[in-house]
């Protein structure tokens, strides 16, 4: 059964980041989304900046930014016609991976096995990547996350999603929701209805969806799934300071 993202969203206080990957109801569009929130002054402290096939998070206000360290990465990157999405610096990883190969789809697994999840004890977030065929619209997503609290031992999970439906698609968050430590999402990605072609659209009713107090930026991707072209929308809750 498919699950109401809006829904989801708005019910649930602090799912963390999170990636939604699916296809338009047209058929002809696939559509991208991640998003990140915050608790800490420090984590909100951030918005989504373009650059060349992507986005990267820098700090709404560097005078302001205390740690870098895990929340300044690139979440998006455009390699040939894919897409890759994750919520850290393993974005570069399965970019790195995949540069030069004849068959980079294969080397998604390769790179994300090179990783662990955060190193934040005791939440020990989980790494969540997406990674999308702009030819065709199908996608993987994977989660690594902690076994039992052990600092030594990750879970690797992958999800293939090579025929996707019009219509539909499946999200996975960081985390299940809000808690202290804070509990990592379970089980398997969320199969949700995508009801937008139009990505301004998608991006405003998801970002109504969000928690008033920590969502902090939310990106939306769609492509043209015959030429490959697509088209971002970014929403941030901060403006960034010029220095």
């Known amino acids: ?61 560097p005078s302001k930014m205390t740690d870098p360290h895990l929340i300044i990465y690139n979440p998006v990157l455009t390699f040939r016609k894919t897409t890759i999405i994750t919520n850290g610096d393993q974005t570069n990883t399965i970019y790195d991976f995949m540069k030069g190969n004849k068959y980079p789809q ?50 690797r999970f992958i999800f293939d999603y090579s025929e996707p439906l019009a219509g539909e698609g499946h999200f996975i968050s960081t985390y299940k929701c809000n808690g202290n430590p804070i509990p990592s999402f379970e089980g398997e990605p969320l199969r949700v209805a995508i009801d937008e072609d139009d990505p301004n659209e998608f991006a405003g009713k998801l970002w109504e969806a969000l928690n008033e107090d920590n969502k902090v930026s939310l990106f939306v991707r769609v492509i043209n799934l015959k030429t490959q072209e697509y088209e971002d929308v970014i929403i941030n809750k901060y403006k960034a300071v010029e220095v």
């Open 1 to 61: 059964m498919k699950v109401n993202l809006y829904d989801f969203l708005s019910g649930n206080e602090y799912p963390g980041r999170g990636i939604c990957t699916g296809v338009a109801p047209s058929g002809k569009k696939a559509m991208i989304v991640y998003f990140i929130m915050g608790r800490s002054a420090n984590s909100r402290n951030r918005v989504f900046d373009p650059i060349k096939g992507g986005i990267r998070t820098k700090a709404a206000d």
């Open 106 to 155: 294969y080397n998604f697994e390769a790179a994300l096995k090179t990783r662990t999840f955060e190193d934040d004890k005791p939440n020990w977030t989980p790494r969540i990547s997406g990674l999308l065929d702009m030819k065709t619209g199908a996608y993987k997503i994977s989660i690594i996350k902690n076994c039992g609290g052990k600092e030594k031992s990750a879970q």
